[in-house]
């Protein structure tokens, strides 16, 4: 099925089902521990490898000596680039996932221990030796800064509209300011885990992977396999947040060790290789210059960015959001990619937009105070409905006004004293901040395969994955929905390659597109069902278990009593993302407190109010919505990879030195969905909304903190120590 034209009235508008908040359905299994993740399949025979981490970044190594790691006891198989076979690199991997001789960054993968224990495959890595000789690496973003370079990617070149530097110039009002923001985590609960076994040539691979499809096709590129002789199955997800995108070195290692002891071999990273050896989002240093009438309309704004990766890397896009979300007819942005030997930066929840609004939001504030202007009537009076660099571009919705003004009327804004420093409670300094939140739709082909069984239960298969985000349920919704059964004759059977090819979990495409594959397969099985019973497909509706047309009505398990009905089919997009610019829009208000004698930060209360198109299942975006806002306190107070210049390797690399919000650190939550639809996104009519959550937050955080204080940090996370120093005298 093709969706080239806008959506018009279908079954999902009837809202029997869809819409409603709703139980997630895998709920039971991952409360009681039923739901098998990667690492917990069973398997006669097992036997586990541990993974032996680069203990340099930029390099070769000389020698490898496994001689007495193998005299170990337990030890089955010592697996090194030496012994591997022909390695290449898969299509969405930058650098090697099995390292040696040459090192790419630190704790790249370099060796394999393979034995009956895992505690016996720990010991022995130990006992690996490995003599490297070291190269002197680039490490530091800032000093890598001058020799920056425009990316070769045609969507991440300079953009201009107009005269920035002359309307900049002219502009009585004017901002140039400078953020940074750190490398951060993923910090997923569930460690990358796969467990691999062959049979004969083919490779099953029991994995934690956001993307089926994208990670069978890099390992039978790796392995220069056939991708037919590899399948994964991933049903179950303890987290991803981008982290899981991409094959990863243990999925790999453990094809690699099962090949060598011809069993099935588990392996998962420790959590100091989750850090280093693993994507994570890259730090930015990011530049804005605003310049306005002294009205407050904004007549010149730049965006300036710089990130750094492995050679053949990407950069951070911070600047996508700032193309887009404000008026203005002279714009500048520009993003700038260094070369850095640290370990690979790629897609972490909302990226580009994640870390650019944690720059641009604040910049809005500074720019609203020099006006001395309320900040949210600054935003609101640069809106604009249409993209600025294409004005004969609007947008297929854009109510991004309404989330503003709800939000400001439902978190009291009006109480909120404009001038820092002035609300006290006892001994903190109480403050009300706010930011835009923007993320770009986007959609994805997506397939599914939907049964129909002679008990009237409706079965669906399709490769998706369910990362904590509710898959299984807005899936099982959206086939009731269609077909006209309750939920619990739906079974939902997600994350298997031997399944249709769906649109994966990411960039928050995966609810709508995944949903619209379902929806396709749904009609194609709605045809059948119908021309069985001898009715007319597009007369037929489907409700209470029945199907009616023409004054007719058959039970629906008739349609399928001499046989299992099968319907497949993929959902496919024309050019409207082409006519019509599709995001997803939000305002975010947070109070904080801030102890006046120790700069100690206490979030208060927070808000999020999103426009997002329709809201599949309420229930489970209210749940991806508030994590989001989470990840966003700990972007804002605490999140920070700390790099050692010298040796180039992330410090913190554990849960105990990378700190992540706790319960203790976030208070009430509220989210609000407004009630809308976008005919042009989907037939589902909706968008994505879990990375929205998070875009913004930080710089809300930020704003707050300086309504509080009167201290403005611009060097991301915001503590105590970027404080005290400047905090009003107690």
């Known amino acids: 099925m093709k969706f080239a034209t806008p959506a018009t009235t279908n079954p999902i508008d009837q809202l029997k089902i869809i819409g409603h908040a709703t139980d997630r359905i895998d709920g039971p299994h991952k409360t009681t521990g039923t739901a098998p993740y990667a690492y917990e399949h069973k398997f006669d025979n097992v036997a586990y490898g541990y993974v032996v981490g680069a203990g340099i970044a930029k390099g070769r190594i000389t020698s490898i000596d496994t001689s007495a790691a193998r005299r170990a006891p337990g030890v089955l198989a010592i697996v090194t680039a030496d012994n591997a076979g022909k390695l290449t690199k898969g299509d969405f991997n930058t650098a090697k996932l099995l390292g040696g001789p040459d090192i790419q960054h630190y704790h790249q993968a370099i060796a394999l ?29 800032a000093k890598a800064k001058d020799k920056a370079k425009e990316p070769d990617d045609k969507d991440a ?31 997923m609960m569930e460690p990358h885990a796969s467990i691999a076994s062959w049979k004969g040539d083919k490779l099953t691979l029991w994995t934690a992977n956001q993307m089926i499809a994208w990670g069978r096709g890099d390992m039978a590129k ?52 989750m850090m280093n050896n693993t994507t994570h989002r890259p730090a930015t240093i990011q530049r804005l210059r605003i310049g306005a009438t002294r009205e407050g309309k904004i007549s010149a704004i730049a965006h300036e960015s710089w990130s750094g990766d492995l050679p053949e890397g990407k950069p951070e896009t911070a600047v996508q959001q700032t193309q887009l979300l404000y008026a203005g007819p002279n714009r500048l942005t520009k993003m700038r ?65 309404d989330c503003l003004r709800l ?7 009006d109480k909120r004293n404009p001038q820092p420093g002035k609300m006290r409670d006892g001994r903190w300094l109480v403050g009300i901040g706010m930011a835009s939140a923007f993320r770009n739709n986007m959609v994805q082909k997506s397939g599914a395969r939907v049964r129909l069984d002679n008990q009237g239960v409706v079965t669906v298969e399709t490769d998706m994955t369910d990362i904590g985000t509710g898959s299984y349920t807005i899936i099982a919704q959206t086939a009731a929905e269609m077909m006209g059964v309750p939920l619990n004759k739906v079974v939902v059977k997600l994350g298997d390659s031997d399944f249709p090819v769906s649109a994966g979990s990411g960039g928050q495409w995966g609810g709508n597109s995944s949903t619209a594959g379902v929806y396709a ?35 629906l398990t008739q349609a399928a009593a001499n046989g299992e009905l099968v319907g497949e089919d993929t959902m496919e997009y024309g050019d409207l993302d082409k006519k019509y610019q599709q995001s997803t829009f939000g305002a975010h208000f947070v109070e904080v407190g801030v102890d006046a004698a120790t700069g100690e930060i206490r979030v208060r209360r927070m808000l999020a109010v999103c426009a997002s198109g329709r809201i599949l299942n309420p229930k489970s975006a209210r749940s991806q919505v508030i994590g989001a806002m989470t990840m966003g306190v700990g972007a804002a107070l605490m999140e ?62 930020a704003n707050a903190v300086y309504n509080a204080t009167g201290v403005r940090v611009r060097d991301y996370p915001i503590t105590l120590d970027k404080l005290i120093a400047k905090m009003p005298e107690v």
Not at 266 to 272: D, E
Request: glycine content about 8%.
């Open 157 to 187: 070149k300079d953009k201009k509209v107009g005269d920035f530097n002359g309307a900049f110039t002219a502009a009585p009002v004017k901002l140039d300011a400078t953020y940074t923001t750190p490398d951060q985590s993923h910090a």
């Open 113 to 141: 221990v393979v034995a009956e224990t895992f505690e016996q495959a720990r010991a022995a890595a130990q006992l690996v030796n490995v003599k490297y000789s070291k190269e002197q690496g680039a490490y530091d973003l």
């Open 521 to 555: 397969a749904c009609v194609k099985l709605r045809e059948l069902a119908a021309q069985k019973l001898g009715l007319d497909p597009v007369q037929a509706e489907f409700a209470n278990n029945a199907v009616r047309a023409d004054g007719r009505s058959f039970p």
């Open 640 to 701: 920070d990879l700390v790099v050692d210049h010298r040796a180039g390797f992330f410090v913190n690399h554990d849960l105990a030195g990378y700190e992540v919000p706790v319960h203790a650190d976030i208070p009430h939550q509220e989210v609000v969905f407004l009630d809308e639809t976008d005919p042009i996104s989907s037939p589902m009519k909706a968008k994505g909304v879990g990375e929205l959550g998070i875009c913004g937050v930080g710089a809300a955080v």
């Open 337 to 401: 990619l260094a070369v850095l030997d640290l370990p690979e930066g790629n897609a972490m929840r909302a990226p580009g937009e994640a870390p650019g609004l944690m720059a641009l939001e604040i910049a809005m504030d500074e720019m609203a105070e020099k006006l001395k202007m309320d900040p949210v009537t600054f935003r609101i009076i640069n809106d604009t409905t249409v993209d600025p660099a294409k004005r004969e571009r609007k947008f297929s919705t854009r109510r991004f006004v």
């Open 222 to 273: 790796t392995l220069g396999i056939p991708k037919e002789n590899v399948r994964l199955v991933s049903p179950y997800i303890g987290g991803g947040f981008g982290g899981k995108l991409f094959l990863r070195a243990e999925s790999l290692l453990a094809a690699l060790g099962a090949k060598a002891v011809q069993r099935p071999v588990k392996v998962a990273l420790q959590r100091p290789l």
């Open 407 to 413: 939000g400001a009327q439902r978190f009291g804004w």
